[in-house]
């Protein structure tokens, strides 16, 4: 039985008998299947290879994050329809400018995430504000987490080809779980899941094929918790 609070470096695929039942939902952001370039992994899996891939999950509560046509390509011929979608956009210098969020079997708590009013001149906006209101709930798309890669200050001690943002994975945890969840991700990379979790106060489960980026995940945990 696998532990909390812990990465295994190996294939998925090879942990998956060995899931405690305390995991409340598998949140990944997986390879996306169109080439990039891992350190240990062959983006480039025939269409059904990676289906079933990620039909693995099939079953367990997942908040999977694609782009939009990869996420009909493969996401939805593995897991079905999703039960809701959020839209992540933000501003690249590549076309693809967006990625998809597909929700399978997980509430979704938007008042937990607070964004700020639209028009706080209204008087009733500013009646709410005056009460110490501090914003609306979240919609489900959403511009302003920007991508890590953009911003990223340590990329050189913390490689990776395609991180995505530790804000971005807190919110998607906020929205869908509960403080003490044990979350798997399958696909951990350098280690953002873990560092959300932390910082959201629930525990993970991490798995990456790559002892490189093992390590770099393990070198952010310890300095996260330090």
Not at 39 to 58: H, K, T
Not at 115 to 133: E, V
Not at 175 to 196: C, H, K, N, R, Y
Request: contains cysteine.
């Amino acid at each position: 039985m696998l532990d909390v609070n812990k990465i295994y470096c190996g294939d998925f695929s090879d942990f998956m008998g060995e899931l405690p039942p305390t995991v409340s939902a598998v949140i990944t952001d997986p390879p996306y299947n169109i080439g990039y370039k891992y350190s240990s992994y062959p983006d480039q899996l025939s269409a059904d290879e990676y289906i079933n891939m990620l039909s693995s999950f099939g079953g367990i509560p997942s908040a999977i994050i694609s782009y939009p046509e990869e996420t009909m390509k493969y996401v939805a011929p593995a897991l079905g329809t999703p039960d809701e979608v959020l839209i992540w956009c933000y501003n690249s210098n590549i076309r693809k400018q967006s990625r998809l969020i597909s929700i399978y079997g997980l509430p979704i708590y938007f008042e937990r995430v607070l964004q700020p009013y639209k028009n706080p001149r209204d008087k009733r906006i500013k009646a709410l504000i005056d009460g110490g209101s501090e914003g609306t709930p979240i919609y489900d798309w959403f511009s302003d987490i920007q991508l890590e890669k953009n911003v990223c200050k340590d990329k050189k001690e913390y490689p990776h080809p395609c991180p995505v943002p530790v804000k971005l994975m807190e919110r998607i945890i906020l929205l869908t779980t509960e403080v003490g969840d044990v979350i798997l991700d399958p696909f951990m990379g350098s280690g953002t899941m873990a560092i959300a979790c932390i910082r959201t106060f629930r525990q993970y489960i991490g798995i990456e094929i790559s002892p490189e980026y093992c390590a770099t995940a393990e070198r952010r945990i310890k300095d996260e918790l330090s």
